[in-house]
Structure formats: C-alpha cells, structure tokens
C-alpha cells in the first residue's frame, strides 16, 4: 500500500528522511545567559563523547543583549573556538550585525537600546545616555564601547557567518525568504525575516535550523527547526542534535 503510494507521487514530493554529515549540535539564541551557555556546552561535551564522535556546533546568533553577561559570552565562544573537542561555526544574529551598526555610527544608538542594547552596555561597563535623543551621549557611548571591546571581541563579531550548510539542512540565524535563490539572499532576509519564512509550509530545498523568533516551546517540522525559546526571559536554552537521520531536541534550564 505504502508502495503502491509512493509511486503516485513525484519525485520532488516523495518523502524521505533529512541526512547530516557529521554530528551536529545547533544552539538557539543564547542573549547574555552565560550561565545556561556554560550547562549547555558541558551536556553537549558530555553527550557528544556518548556518540564518539568529534562533533560541530552551530551557534545561531544573537549572543549580546537583554541578558546581563553578553561580554562573558563571547568570552565562552572565544574558548570553543581554542578548544579541541569539537569544531565551531558561529553565525551572526540581528543583534550582532546591531551593534557593529552602532560603532559604524553612534545614530544607531537609540534602535539598538530598543533591542536590549543596555544590557550589553553595561557588561562592558559603559552607561547607556539617559537621553535618546541626545547624539553626543550616543556618540560617547560608542566612544566608551569602541575602547571597552576587546580587540578579540570585534575579530570574532566581525568574522562571524550568514549561514552554514551540512547535507540536507541549512543553518541561518533568522530564516530565508521563501522561493528566492539562497545565493540571492543576504543579511535583510538571514537576519530579519520573520513571517513570510515562518508561514511557509516549505521555504526551500533544505531543512531550515534558525533562532530569532522566540516561542515557548521549539519548532521540530519536517521542514523548519526553531530553536529561540526566549533564553534571556524564560531561563531555557534549547539546542538540537543531528546525526544523520535522528533528530534529538536539548535544553537547559534555570
């Protein structure tokens, strides 16, 4: 019967089971909750040593703000990168490409603050203006931020990625705009996509692994895999296991 099925439809519409290459962890959007960023990468250690395998992980962005340990962190993604257990690949998430914005210029200020932008400012001890509106405190804060960032900090905010492919999934921060070639994309629609990706019965050829959009619990579809479960608010951080065909959601929580 499942045959005789199968054999009605196309080949583009015959389902199969989604493959990855190597064993992957994917870890939703972190904001300043170090605290559950350090759990969560001892239970991936842990666990990846269970698969014996050297595992890749996926960051999907948005690391600084509305949490309070933004500079910690990156410190913590600094360390991964250094360490010899497992390969890294970090993506930039809207929070990041934001704060770049702002030390490109200090006008950007007042956007970023509505993102939770003090939080980050004061992890490296800088005061956010009490005016919004005032441009000079704008441009001392960007002054402040600009001497207070490590050297260290700005490479890795700077190198860090708009996507990342693997078999049959592609990992993006945000989401990608449906029926539009992936080498037609760029940052507006991996960063900043929201509705058009997440109404989407089917965005593109691949298996979709994004942050951005924080619900309760963690999309697991056929085609979408959203792992922002509002970390910096609700004390979970949620990851994904992938290796080969088994699919395996992780969380941490404080």
């Known amino acids: 019967m499942l045959a005789a099925l199968k054999s009605l439809l196309k080949p583009s519409e015959q389902v199969r089971s989604s493959v990855i290459g190597r064993l992957t ?16 990468v001892e239970r991936i250690r842990g666990d990846s040593e269970l698969q014996g395998e050297r595992p890749v992980i996926v960051l999907l962005g948005d690391y600084i703000d509305r949490g309070a ?4 962190v990156l410190d913590r993604i600094l360390d991964l990168e ?24 200090p006008l950007c200020g007042p956007a970023w603050v509505e993102y939770g932008a003090a939080a980050t400012l004061a992890s490296y001890g800088v005061h956010t203006p009490a005016m919004r ?17 490590p050297k260290a900090h700005l490479d ?54 994004h942050g ?22 609700t004390g979970t951080l949620t990851a994904m296991r992938l290796k080969g065909e088994a699919r395996l959601l992780m969380d941490v929580r404080l």
Not at 174 to 190: C, H, I, K, S, T
Not at 212 to 233: K, S, V
Request: aromatic letters at 10%.
């Open 25 to 40: 962890y994917a870890i939703g959007d972190i904001h300043g909750r170090d605290d559950l960023f350090a759990r969560m």
């Open 82 to 105: 250094r360490s010899d257990w497992c390969d890294l690949v970090v993506l930039l998430g809207n929070h990041e490409e934001t704060l770049l914005n702002f030390l490109a210029d």
């Open 69 to 72: 340990s933004s500079r910690e």
């Open 212 to 233: 951005h959009t924080p619900a309760e619990a963690p999309a697991n579809d056929r085609w979408r895999i959203g792992l922002d479960t509002g970390a910096y608010a």
């Open 156 to 209: 890795l905010l700077r190198r860090m990625r708009l996507s990342h492919r693997d078999g049959d999934y592609f990992f993006v921060h945000a989401g990608v705009r449906p029926d539009v070639p992936l080498e037609a994309q760029g940052a507006e629609d991996f960063l900043w996509i929201r509705g058009a990706f997440l109404q989407a019965k089917r965005a593109c050829d691949y298996v979709v692994v």
């Open 133 to 149: 509106t005032d441009p000079d405190a704008w441009e001392q804060a960007r002054d402040d931020l600009a001497a207070a960032l």
